[in-house]
């Protein structure tokens, strides 16, 4: 599939942008900062190709549903593997991801990219531990770090390093995680959007509808994590924002985002956000139990962004993941910035009038 | 496989991967399973969520290293020295499981007088080596008394000929300190590792051991497992769950193709490939491979009706079944017998289906210039892989060293369907078959393997029968009824269902499709009634030619209620029973009655399989015992088959029904597991006088020289590994942009002293690699 893109800057979408900018204006008067768009929103999934959307996927569900099949060995024991209702039920879901069970096998990256048919971007051996992947982007909305640190996992034993009689070496250890958009619950990105491209799902993520999306980068510089970006030349598409769309096609016919139905070992866990909120703090206090006394989770609810949707049980600092310890939404700055724009203009004319009056 | 063939019976995995997550501790040890087996390592993350402990021993710091709560650096090639120690430490310090080790093993069985073992002059040899011939003769390896059915015991284990002594001898200088001189591993790190063993086991708590071709692709990979199945035993550990050994399989079906063989001494079901010269008639050949007692003693059943699935009604009473038309072994036909046979000119031509033998194999140089040397070469693939472009675009015409235009290989290229472009079944790494269906059309010309090999036989098959040459009497007399659909593709179901075994028909069809269970009515391509009901399983299967069978261990799988169990995909247990077929018999966990006690009831509640419960075996997984067998059961030394071994007996495979410490018949080198180097490693051995496995066949030739022990100009190991972003050769992973662009270049990892610029190149005493760039990719130790 490939779709030339079109930088669209007619009068009927510049209408818009100009009411969205006084809005904005008297929303940072008011420092309130609701989304925009209000939930329960329909999004067409016309951002599929053709094919894509004709294939009815709720047939399929039910056509296995109705053979009992399941998973090898487990039953329907597994979140991952079950099928939901959560976009009809206008449940809030997420993701729960933790380096504690990730091997680093990357299939969540491949898995992306073959479902929402994202373009490969670059054959390049960066040679950063066994990342060549490099940050999260346009033609990447899942990616795995891998991080090398001087310190102990845990109780683990490498080498010498952790027997309590030994001489010990110096520590070590490799940490994996998969990093994907945070999908917050004041979303930079979709508060900046000026051709309202960006919207709320009934599940709580946030999603790009790219028919929409004029490609005029807004939303990159408010993201408070780094993750949405727009595709360069030459790949398809290019000029557009993209990021993770949460598997917003799949999760409409009550399929997990393809993610985390490939996890082999489970480091990915969909489903409800209260749920996996108490499962994360649960592992958090069992892990500390076992030794892990750095673990800790990674869930600013307390910041402007208000609690994320794709939360992370890490092992030691977030600076280390290349998570904002305080991640904020720049609308805050709104009300200041309005206000000093205000009063150097009121200043300025003053000044003015001031030089009227004392060189008229 | 013959490491676990000989010390339980059947060469497959004893356990399933499911039930890793039982167990109390894995250890993993020549693999990186979460980097070559990330499906099958949510398992093992399973268990560490329960608590278990996972350790990990491997020269490198791998992705799996850095999941386990120990990592052990080993020495590569050291494997035997430190199990060996492990099993010295459990048999000094009384740690072993007794009750399980005295009646389940042959712990107790009493050897011939005039056995020797290598710690006698500790020069590394057994008794019985031949120097000219440079092998053992195995007479003085055997039980005391006559044949292996019912040995002479003593069950206190103190006989000083008695196996456990014999075995407690020969480990007797495998200590820590030897451990750490050979494999580098510190006596505090070997302690952490046994202590962890041992308290995982026992009536209560299971250990699992996982290995892969870090094992089996050495000089002595076959001892390395035989030492791990020496420990299993020890610690009672095998047919209990969270036990086993899990053998993890290179490739996606490498289980499937030793049961249902590539390999050219075996016929499927691991029944061995006749002899020439000493078993020239079908009575000599059943002769030598028919024991007294234990399954293995049907072997007459399992081959004849072999031989009715390969030719039918052409095979009779009276013809032997048409042995004589089989090939017989003559020679050694392993990969370099036939690699150098193929660069001597003495091969003409060669099918290459489903290899990439000029990047995947061992002197990929000399590979490639052999294939130059053939007359005609087919190669099967889904992509132009290295070896279909051999000869205008490879290493050697770069350097000149063959030229295009001089080059008289007539090469074929055909196009290959995809796994997903056809249908059939894969046997994974723990014996299961799962069906898969075809999900769409192939492209183009592309056809799938079994239509190309299909299509040939019909081809030669017509051609033979035009010709009448007696010498393609074979040819003629092959039963290929398969039948096909419109593109000419056979039903693949059919050859499952000729796997699975059926009657012979014993009379012409008079009510065709009618009898319940036959597939497809029974009938052949051109329509003729061919055969009757499937059979349910291979104690079904007679020695007189009334019934057929493609590979007796399949049996069952495609049984009379015509279901194909394969293709099942409702699992009602965490075994997984109901999804595909566990060969044999849909069993999970193999040699399950030894997780009963003795006397029939589970060693544990919390380790129960399998028990005898009022007149029968039953439990959560299909017992691998004869069901109504007595536990108390006890033979009058003259039964045959199943009925000549003890009901407390697990290894029915073998004739004495016991798992095998030491392996009286079965192995070249050595009937317990030596220390030796590897081949090319940078050392000598510590242990003995002798470095390196004296019956190994070096293959060596001025084109395929080696680096014995010691050489001062190779001194550092390098060896190769699999990574989780690419699969085997790479022709499904290299040409795919999404997996490629996650690993796109070939890179070495180094210890952080040894990375200097001259390691960009590295030289070998074969030929040497380059890198484009070189440098530790992660910084952890390589020794």
Same mark, same amino acid.
């Given at each position: 599939?490939?779709?030339?893109w079109?930088?669209?800057?007619?009068?009927?979408?510049?209408?818009?942008?100009?009411?969205?900018a006084v809005?904005?204006f008297?929303?940072?008067?008011?420092?309130?900062?609701?989304?925009?768009?209000c939930?329960?929103?329909?999004t067409?999934?016309?951002?599929?190709?053709?094919?894509?959307m004709?294939?009815?996927?709720? +047939?399929? #569900?039910? =056509?296995?549903a109705k053979?009992? *099949?399941?998973?090898i060995?487990? $039953?329907? %024991?597994? @979140?991952?593997?079950?099928r939901?209702?959560?976009v009809?039920?206008?449940?809030?879901?997420?993701?729960?991801?933790?380096?504690?069970?990730?091997?680093?096998?990357?299939a969540?990256?491949?898995?992306?990219?073959?479902?929402?048919?994202?373009?490969d971007?670059?054959?390049?051996?960066?040679?950063?531990?066994?990342?060549?992947?490099?940050?999260l982007? +346009?033609? #990447?909305? =899942?990616?795995?770090?891998f991080? *090398?640190?001087?310190?102990q996992? $845990?109780? %683990?034993? @490498?080498?010498?390093?952790?027997?309590?009689?030994?001489?010990?070496?110096?520590?070590f250890?490799?940490i994996?995680?998969?990093?994907?958009?945070?999908?917050?619950e004041e979303?930079?990105?979709l508060?900046?959007c000026?051709?309202?491209s960006i919207v709320?799902t009934e599940?709580?993520?946030?999603f790009v509808q790219?028919?929409?999306?004029?490609g005029c980068?807004?939303?990159?510089?408010?993201?408070p994590f780094g993750?949405?970006?727009?595709r360069?030349?030459?790949l398809?598409?290019?000029?557009?924002?993209?990021?993770c769309?949460?598997?917003?096609?799949?999760?409409?016919s009550?399929?997990v985002?393809?993610?985390?139905?490939?996890?082999p070992?489970?480091?990915?866990?969909?489903?409800r956000?209260?749920?996996?909120?108490?499962?994360?703090?649960?592992?958090?206090?069992?892990?500390k139990?076992?030794?892990?006394?750095?673990?800790?989770?990674?869930?600013?609810?307390?910041?402007?962004?208000?609690?994320?949707?794709?939360?992370f049980?890490?092992?030691?600092e977030?600076?280390?993941?290349?998570?904002p310890?305080?991640?904020?939404?720049p609308?805050?700055?709104?009300?200041?910035?309005w206000?000093?724009?205000?009063?150097t203009?009121?200043?300025?004319?003053?000044?003015?009038l001031?030089?009227?009056?004392?060189?008229g | 496989?013959?490491g676990?063939?000989?010390?339980?019976?059947?060469?497959?995995?004893?356990?399933?991967?499911?039930?890793?997550?039982n167990a109390?501790?894995i250890?993993?040890?020549?693999?990186?399973?979460?980097?070559?087996?990330?499906?099958?390592?949510?398992?093992?993350?399973?268990?560490?969520?329960?608590?278990?402990?996972?350790?990990?021993?491997?020269?490198?710091?791998?992705?799996?290293?850095?999941?386990?709560?120990?990592?052990?650096?080993?020495?590569?090639?050291?494997?035997?020295?430190?199990?060996?120690a492990?099993?010295?430490?459990?048999?000094?310090?009384?740690?072993?499981?007794?009750?399980y080790?005295v009646?389940?093993?042959n712990?107790?069985?009493?050897l011939?007088d005039?056995?020797?073992?290598?710690?006698?002059?500790?020069d590394?040899?057994?008794?019985g080596?031949?120097?000219d011939?440079r092998?053992?003769?195995?007479q003085?390896?055997q039980?005391?008394?006559?044949?292996?059915?019912?040995p002479?015991?003593?069950?206190?284990?103190?006989?000083?000929?008695?196996?456990?002594?014999?075995?407690?001898?020969?480990?007797?200088?495998?200590?820590?300190?030897?451990?750490?001189?050979?494999?580098?591993?510190?006596?505090?790190?070997?302690?952490?590792?046994?202590?962890?063993?041992?308290?995982?086991?026992g009536?209560?708590?299971?250990?699992a051991i996982?290995?892969?071709v870090?094992?089996t692709?050495?000089?002595?990979?076959?001892q390395?497992?035989?030492?791990?199945?020496?420990?299993?035993?020890?610690?009672?550990?095998?047919?209990?769950?969270g036990?086993?050994?899990l053998?993890?399989?290179?490739?996606?079906?490498?289980?499937g193709?030793?049961?249902i063989?590539?390999?050219?001494?075996?016929?499927?079901?691991y029944?061995p490939?006749?002899?020439?010269g000493?078993?020239?008639?079908?009575q000599?050949?059943?002769?030598?491979?028919?024991?007294?007692?234990?399954?293995w003693?049907?072997?007459?059943?399992y081959?004849?009706?072999?031989?009715?699935?390969?030719?039918?009604?052409h095979?009779t009473?009276?013809?032997?079944?048409?042995?004589?038309?089989?090939?017989?072994l003559?020679?050694?036909?392993?990969?370099?017998?036939?690699?150098?046979?193929?660069?001597?000119?003495k091969?003409?031509?060669?099918?290459?289906?489903g290899?990439?033998?000029?990047?995947?194999?061992?002197?990929?140089?000399?590979?490639?210039?052999?294939m130059?040397?053939?007359?005609?070469?087919?190669?099967?693939?889904m992509v132009?892989?290295?070896p279909?472009?051999?000869?205008?675009?490879?290493?050697?015409?770069?350097?000149?060293?063959?030229?295009t235009e001089?080059?008289?290989?007539?090469?074929f290229?055909?196009?290959?369907?995809?796994?997903?472009?056809?249908?059939?079944?894969f046997?994974?790494?723990?014996?299961?078959?799962?069906?898969?269906?075809?999900?769409v059309?192939?492209p183009?010309?592309?056809?799938?393997d079994?239509?190309?090999?299909?299509?040939?036989?019909?081809r030669?098959?017509?051609?033979?029968?035009?010709?009448r040459d007696?010498?393609?009497?074979?040819?003629?007399?092959l039963?290929?009824?398969?039948p096909?659909?419109r593109?000419?593709?056979?039903?693949?179901?059919?050859?499952?269902?000729?796997?699975?075994?059926?009657?012979?028909?014993?009379?012409?069809?008079?009510d065709?499709?009618?009898i319940?269970?036959?597939?497809?009515?029974g009938?052949?391509?051109?329509?003729?009634?061919?055969?009757?009901?499937?059979?349910?399983?291979?104690?079904?299967?007679?020695n007189?030619?009334?019934t057929?069978?493609?590979?007796?261990?399949?049996?069952?799988?495609?049984?009379?209620?015509?279901?194909?169990?394969?293709n099942?995909?409702?699992?009602?247990?965490?075994l997984?029973?109901?999804?595909g077929?566990s060969?044999?018999?849909?069993?999970?966990?193999?040699?399950?009655?030894?997780?009963?006690r003795?006397?029939?009831?589970?060693?544990?509640?919390?380790?129960?399989?399998?028990?005898?419960?009022?007149?029968?075996?039953?439990?959560?997984?299909?017992?691998?015992?004869?069901?109504?067998?007595?536990?108390?059961?006890e033979?009058?030394?003259?039964?045959?088959g199943?009925?000549?071994?003890?009901?407390?007996?697990?290894?029915i495979?073998?004739?004495d029904?016991l798992?095998?410490?030491?392996?009286p018949?079965?192995?070249q080198?050595?009937?317990m597991?030596?220390?030796?180097?590897?081949?090319?490693?940078?050392?000598?051995?510590?242990?003995y006088?002798r470095?390196?496995?004296?019956?190994?066949?070096?293959?060596?030739?001025?084109?395929?020289?080696?680096a014995?022990?010691?050489?001062?100009?190779?001194?550092?190991v390098?060896?190769?590994?699999r990574?989780t972003?690419?699969?085997?050769?790479?022709?499904?992973?290299?040409?795919?942009?999404?997996?490629?662009?996650?690993?796109?270049?070939?890179?070495?990892?180094?210890?952080p002293?040894?990375?200097?610029?001259?390691?960009?190149n590295?030289p070998?005493?074969?030929?040497?690699?380059s890198?484009?760039r070189?440098?530790?990719?992660?910084?952890?130790?390589c020794?």
């Amino acid at each position: 599939m490939s779709r030339s893109w079109k930088v669209r800057r007619s009068p009927a979408t510049s209408f818009p942008v100009v009411c969205r900018a006084v809005l904005l204006f008297l929303i940072g008067l008011s420092n309130r900062r609701p989304n925009l768009v209000c939930r329960r929103i329909y999004t067409p999934n016309s951002h599929l190709p053709a094919h894509r959307m004709a294939e009815d996927f709720r +047939a399929v #569900t039910a =056509r296995r549903a109705k053979c009992g *099949e399941t998973m090898i060995g487990e $039953g329907t %024991q597994s @979140t991952n593997q079950r099928r939901h209702n959560y976009v009809q039920e206008n449940v809030e879901v997420g993701f729960f991801t933790g380096p504690t069970v990730c091997i680093g096998c990357k299939a969540c990256e491949v898995a992306c990219k073959e479902w929402n048919e994202v373009p490969d971007d670059g054959f390049t051996w960066i040679g950063n531990s066994y990342d060549n992947t490099g940050r999260l982007g +346009a033609s #990447t909305w =899942r990616h795995v770090l891998f991080l *090398e640190q001087d310190c102990q996992k $845990g109780n %683990q034993i @490498t080498g010498l390093m952790g027997l309590s009689d030994a001489q010990s070496e110096d520590p070590f250890r490799w940490i994996f995680l998969s990093d994907v958009c945070k999908h917050c619950e004041e979303a930079g990105c979709l508060e900046a959007c000026p051709t309202g491209s960006i919207v709320r799902t009934e599940v709580g993520s946030v999603f790009v509808q790219n028919d929409v999306c004029n490609g005029c980068g807004y939303c990159v510089v408010s993201c408070p994590f780094g993750v949405i970006d727009r595709r360069p030349q030459p790949l398809p598409d290019a000029g557009g924002a993209f990021k993770c769309t949460f598997c917003y096609d799949r999760q409409k016919s009550g399929l997990v985002p393809a993610c985390a139905k490939v996890c082999p070992t489970e480091s990915i866990v969909f489903g409800r956000l209260d749920d996996l909120r108490a499962r994360a703090s649960q592992r958090v206090e069992q892990l500390k139990q076992s030794g892990y006394e750095d673990a800790q989770l990674y869930d600013p609810q307390e910041t402007s962004v208000r609690g994320i949707h794709a939360f992370f049980l890490i092992l030691g600092e977030p600076e280390a993941y290349g998570l904002p310890p305080k991640p904020q939404v720049p609308t805050i700055y709104l009300k200041s910035a309005w206000t000093s724009a205000l009063l150097t203009s009121i200043a300025a004319l003053i000044a003015v009038l001031g030089a009227f009056l004392f060189f008229g | 496989m013959p490491g676990l063939g000989t010390s339980f019976g059947r060469g497959g995995a004893t356990t399933a991967q499911q039930d890793l997550a039982n167990a109390d501790c894995i250890l993993i040890e020549g693999s990186s399973m979460a980097e070559a087996h990330p499906v099958g390592f949510r398992w093992v993350m399973k268990a560490k969520e329960r608590g278990a402990t996972i350790i990990h021993v491997d020269p490198r710091f791998s992705r799996t290293s850095a999941l386990a709560d120990i990592w052990i650096p080993i020495r590569a090639g050291s494997d035997i020295a430190f199990l060996g120690a492990l099993v010295r430490h459990i048999i000094e310090n009384e740690l072993f499981f007794r009750e399980y080790v005295v009646h389940y093993t042959n712990a107790s069985c009493i050897l011939r007088d005039d056995y020797g073992d290598p710690e006698d002059r500790a020069d590394g040899y057994f008794s019985g080596w031949n120097e000219d011939a440079r092998n053992y003769s195995m007479q003085s390896w055997q039980y005391k008394g006559e044949g292996l059915s019912f040995p002479e015991r003593d069950l206190t284990l103190q006989d000083s000929q008695c196996v456990f002594q014999k075995l407690k001898r020969h480990f007797a200088r495998y200590t820590p300190e030897m451990v750490e001189k050979v494999c580098g591993i510190s006596p505090a790190l070997f302690y952490k590792v046994a202590d962890t063993l041992v308290k995982a086991s026992g009536p209560d708590k299971t250990a699992a051991i996982c290995y892969a071709v870090g094992w089996t692709q050495h000089s002595k990979g076959v001892q390395i497992i035989r030492t791990a199945s020496i420990l299993q035993l020890l610690l009672g550990n095998i047919g209990r769950p969270g036990g086993g050994i899990l053998a993890l399989r290179g490739h996606a079906s490498i289980q499937g193709s030793t049961d249902i063989p590539t390999l050219y001494d075996i016929l499927p079901g691991y029944l061995p490939m006749p002899r020439g010269g000493e078993e020239e008639t079908l009575q000599q050949y059943l002769d030598a491979h028919t024991p007294k007692t234990g399954l293995w003693s049907n072997t007459p059943s399992y081959f004849i009706s072999l031989l009715k699935a390969y030719y039918g009604k052409h095979a009779t009473a009276e013809n032997n079944f048409g042995y004589n038309w089989l090939p017989k072994l003559t020679a050694d036909h392993s990969f370099f017998e036939y690699l150098y046979d193929m660069a001597d000119g003495k091969m003409e031509g060669m099918f290459l289906i489903g290899q990439n033998s000029a990047v995947g194999a061992p002197n990929s140089r000399l590979q490639r210039k052999s294939m130059a040397k053939l007359k005609w070469f087919v190669i099967r693939d889904m992509v132009e892989t290295e070896p279909a472009r051999f000869w205008r675009d490879s290493a050697e015409i770069e350097r000149g060293e063959l030229k295009t235009e001089e080059i008289e290989t007539e090469v074929f290229f055909f196009p290959a369907a995809g796994h997903a472009e056809k249908e059939g079944a894969f046997t994974n790494t723990q014996r299961l078959l799962q069906w898969r269906e075809k999900a769409v059309d192939p492209p183009g010309d592309c056809r799938s393997d079994a239509w190309f090999i299909h299509q040939l036989a019909l081809r030669l098959i017509g051609k033979a029968r035009a010709a009448r040459d007696p010498i393609d009497e074979p040819l003629r007399a092959l039963d290929w009824w398969y039948p096909e659909d419109r593109f000419g593709e056979p039903k693949m179901e059919a050859v499952l269902a000729e796997i699975n075994g059926w009657k012979t028909p014993v009379a012409a069809a008079t009510d065709r499709g009618s009898i319940e269970g036959v597939l497809f009515g029974g009938v052949d391509r051109e329509g003729n009634h061919h055969h009757e009901a499937q059979i349910d399983g291979y104690e079904e299967l007679k020695n007189d030619g009334s019934t057929a069978c493609g590979c007796w261990i399949y049996s069952g799988v495609f049984s009379r209620d015509g279901v194909n169990k394969a293709n099942s995909r409702k699992s009602r247990d965490y075994l997984g029973h109901g999804w595909g077929f566990s060969w044999p018999s849909d069993r999970r966990i193999i040699y399950n009655r030894a997780s009963a006690r003795p006397g029939g009831e589970p060693w544990s509640e919390r380790k129960k399989l399998v028990w005898w419960d009022s007149g029968n075996w039953t439990g959560i997984d299909v017992p691998d015992f004869k069901k109504d067998k007595p536990p108390d059961y006890e033979p009058q030394n003259q039964e045959r088959g199943l009925d000549g071994q003890r009901g407390d007996a697990p290894f029915i495979l073998h004739e004495d029904g016991l798992g095998w410490l030491y392996v009286p018949k079965g192995l070249q080198d050595g009937p317990m597991p030596t220390h030796y180097e590897p081949l090319e490693s940078p050392v000598h051995n510590a242990l003995y006088s002798r470095d390196t496995n004296p019956v190994v066949n070096w293959f060596t030739r001025a084109e395929n020289r080696f680096a014995p022990p010691g050489d001062p100009r190779f001194p550092f190991v390098l060896t190769t590994y699999r990574l989780t972003e690419h699969h085997t050769g790479g022709g499904m992973s290299r040409f795919l942009s999404h997996l490629s662009e996650l690993q796109p270049e070939m890179f070495v990892e180094v210890s952080p002293e040894l990375d200097e610029p001259e390691w960009q190149n590295h030289p070998s005493s074969r030929g040497s690699v380059s890198f484009w760039r070189s440098g530790p990719v992660t910084r952890q130790c390589c020794q």
